[in-house]
């Protein structure tokens, strides 16, 4: 009887994961036909990572993306503190991971010669 309930249980649980898996992926979409509209690409969700570039910076508690070096550092200590080993979360850890995705994805899409720090 614990064998068959466990069974039911496990079931439920596969089903409610690929639901969840099917409508993330519908957001996703949804998310990425917004962006295609959008007139700037930096203010927008990015299609990878699925969040913005200010989402980004608040998740990692950067203000200048330029700043490679504290954005790793942010990065590296965030991402440590966060470890399963750690006692902490794999849920912050992909957040984290995500944050500074986009935030690579959007230094690969500005030209090297036209970062900020040049225009001083």
Excluded: C
């Excluded at 849920?91 to 899409?109: C, G, M, P, T, V």
């Amino acid at each position: 009887m614990i064998l068959a309930g466990s069974r039911i249980l496990g079931r439920a649980f596969a089903k409610a994961l690929q639901e969840e898996y099917a409508a993330s992926k519908n957001a996703a979409r949804a998310r990425s036909g917004a962006n295609q509209s959008s007139s700037r690409q930096s203010e927008t969700s990015s299609s990878v990572s699925g969040i913005s570039l200010e989402e980004a910076k608040q998740i990692l508690n950067v203000s200048d993306i330029y700043n490679t070096e504290e954005v790793n550092k942010r990065y590296d200590h965030l991402f440590t503190i966060n470890d399963k080993k750690n006692g902490g979360s794999l849920y912050l850890q992909s957040k984290i991971f995500r944050a500074k995705e986009r935030i690579d994805e959007e230094l690969q899409a500005q030209p090297h010669d036209a970062t900020p720090h040049d225009e001083v």
